[in-house]
């Protein structure tokens, strides 16, 4: 056998040993890696099952412990809920898990949800300024009037 076959054979044994192992990594990783993706949201639909639906100014957040963050907000408007002039907001501030960190001075269109008198939200039922979020409040405002006339 020359040089040449047995540097082929050692090689060939080495990616066959390696290549399955190389797979399987893949495969876990890919388990367990979840990354957060949020559908096209419906802002009716969000404002239905909301607990709490305004547009407020950050004014500080504090955290984040155990993976979460409390946020105080101005509220600007509100949809929906009870009505108050600041709302305090947990959310997780790790991305794959839909988190959101709230920048101070920046106003956001927040659904929150409501369990044990503490208000929650992520990044796919939270919008920041912009367009979007204009069409978005457009969308609450019709939803309210709806709901309103009946």
Same mark, same amino acid.
């Given at each position: /056998?020359?040089?040449? #076959?047995?540097? %082929?054979? /050692?090689?060939?044994?080495?990616?066959?040993?390696?290549?399955?192992?190389?797979?399987? /990594?893949?495969?876990?990783?890919?388990?367990?890696?979840?990354?957060?993706?949020?559908?096209?949201?419906? =802002? +009716?639909?969000?404002? *239905?099952?909301?607990?709490? $639906? %305004?547009?407020?100014?950050?004014?500080?957040?504090?955290?984040?412990? +155990?993976? *979460? =963050?409390?946020?105080?907000?101005?509220?600007?408007? #509100?949809?929906?809920?009870?009505?108050?002039?600041? &709302?305090?907001?947990?959310?997780? $501030? #790790?991305?794959?898990?839909?988190?959101?960190?709230?920048?101070?001075? *920046?106003? @956001?269109?927040?659904?929150?949800?409501?369990?044990?008198?503490? @208000?929650? +939200?992520?990044?796919?039922?939270? %919008?920041?300024?912009?367009? @979007?979020?204009?069409?978005?409040?457009?969308?609450?405002?019709?939803?309210?009037?709806?709901? *309103? &006339?009946?």
């Amino acid at each position: /056998m020359s040089r040449n #076959q047995i540097d %082929f054979a /050692m090689s060939r044994r080495a990616l066959q040993a390696i290549l399955p192992a190389a797979l399987l /990594m893949l495969v876990f990783a890919g388990q367990s890696a979840h990354a957060c993706t949020c559908a096209q949201p419906d =802002a +009716t639909w969000l404002a *239905e099952f909301a607990a709490i $639906v %305004f547009r407020g100014k950050v004014l500080h957040s504090t955290g984040p412990k +155990t993976g *979460e =963050a409390s946020t105080t907000f101005a509220v600007q408007r #509100q949809w929906k809920g009870d009505p108050v002039r600041k &709302a305090v907001v947990r959310a997780r $501030v #790790q991305s794959a898990a839909c988190g959101i960190r709230f920048k101070p001075g *920046e106003s @956001y269109l927040v659904f929150a949800s409501e369990k044990d008198g503490v @208000y929650r +939200t992520n990044s796919c039922s939270t %919008f920041s300024k912009g367009a @979007y979020q204009n069409r978005l409040e457009h969308r609450v405002d019709a939803w309210k009037k709806n709901k *309103e &006339a009946n």
